[in-house]
């Protein structure tokens, strides 16, 4: 059956940019494809996969109206892959999905409705649980960053320490410590739904080391997120999964395969075009002169305590890196949360 789009257009563009993803994308049509909100569009791009993907992308396309299909003559890049689904959406709001994850029914639904509820929100998401190869819920855990703050500079100094595993304490002191590390999960905002005329004003994604840290950090520049309290977004944590391994410049050539002349892109230029996305993207943020100084010192005191480790940080815990197992009657359920799981064998 094919589901018609609402007339005007639809109102959210959810960008699905795949490669050789054959062994799950059919779980996530079906998650996305299966939720409660139906007004939006989901532009898929293969990136000149390999395997079945195409295959399974004409199939969907065929069966729902909402699916456009997009088929790269070449392998551009995971940055490029990205870039291109949004510049293909038309809808008011704009979000990424992952061709492995899996996306609770009403997680479009409770995105939309918070950004509807709360107009100065630029981005709208839910806790993330993380999931193995078999739909297992494997470890979950709340929401760690403060990025819901009316304050431009803490959500920036948030995000920053955060990425580093540091976060606030939860005493709400505002001193930072260090936080166990919860393996694929830390926060997953570069997932949640955005409102798209905020995306066109910052830059796009890049292809250099950690720069979907660069966008993020830069949304948040521009507004608070929202943050549903309830498992609504499975990351899936396998060996296949991209960008996991490798050297810097292994995941940079992933991103883009020009990024492979190592005389044009030797891996110092490819952290140091990291660290100056941070200070571009305070330089191009609207802040006020006294936000943006906070942000620059914040900034500094991160850079120095990287370079000199100087922050005092508390010894590794007890299987620091590793996912933790999910408790007996631990309320995360992939069957009851995501569409097309509840006849599945996991």
């Known amino acids: 059956m094919r589901i018609p789009v609402e007339g005007g257009g639809p109102r959210l563009s959810v960008g699905l940019p ?5 062994r799950y994308l059919e779980q996530t049509l079906d998650s996305l ?3 409660s909100y139906e007004n939006f569009e989901l532009i898929v791009s293969d990136n000149a996969s390999t395997d079945g993907t195409a295959s399974i992308c004409r199939r969907y396309e065929k069966q729902d109206s909402r699916v456009r299909y997009f088929l790269q003559p070449q392998n551009i890049g995971m940055a490029p892959n990205h870039n291109f689904v949004f510049q293909q959406a038309r809808g008011e709001l704009f ?8 996306y609770g029914r009403d997680l479009l639904l409770r995105c939309t409705e918070a950004l509807d509820e709360h107009p100065e929100v630029v981005l709208a998401h839910s ?9 297992n819920v494997t470890q979950s855990h709340d929401y760690p960053l403060a990025t819901d703050s009316p304050s431009a500079p803490r959500r920036f100094r948030s995000i920053l320490f955060g990425g580093s595993g540091v976060f606030e304490s939860p005493e709400g002191d505002g001193r930072l410590t260090r936080m166990p590390s919860n393996g694929i999960l830390r926060a997953c905002d570069e997932y949640g739904v955005i409102r798209a005329d905020v995306m066109r004003r910052i830059a796009p994604l890049g292809s250099y080391h950690h720069s979907d840290r660069i966008v993020v950090l830069e949304l948040a520049l521009h507004g608070p997120f929202h943050i549903t309290p309830d498992w609504l977004y499975f990351r899936r944590d396998h060996p296949d999964r991209a960008y996991k391994a490798g050297s810097v410049r292994t995941r940079c050539e992933t991103l883009d395969p020009r ?6 892109h030797p891996t ?12 571009a993207a305070i330089r191009r943020a609207p802040l ?3 936000d943006r100084r906070l942000c620059y010192r914040y900034l500094a005191q991160w850079v120095m305590d990287r370079g000199t480790a100087r922050f005092s940080r508390p010894g590794p815990a007890p299987g620091d890196g590793e996912l933790a197992p999910v408790p007996a009657g631990h309320p995360v359920s992939v069957r009851e949360a995501v569409a097309g799981q509840q006849d599945s064998p996991l």
């Open 33 to 35: 494809l299966g939720q």
């Open 288 to 290: 006020s002169a006294a």
């Open 95 to 102: 979000k990424w999905a992952a061709s492995d994850d899996l």
């Open 259 to 264: 990024r492979a002349n190592r005389l044009l």
């Open 18 to 22: 795949v490669y050789n993803g054959e």
């Open 127 to 135: 806790w993330t649980a993380a999931i193995d190869s078999a739909g």
């Open 268 to 279: 110092a230029r490819l952290v140091a075009e990291y660290m100056w996305g941070y200070a």
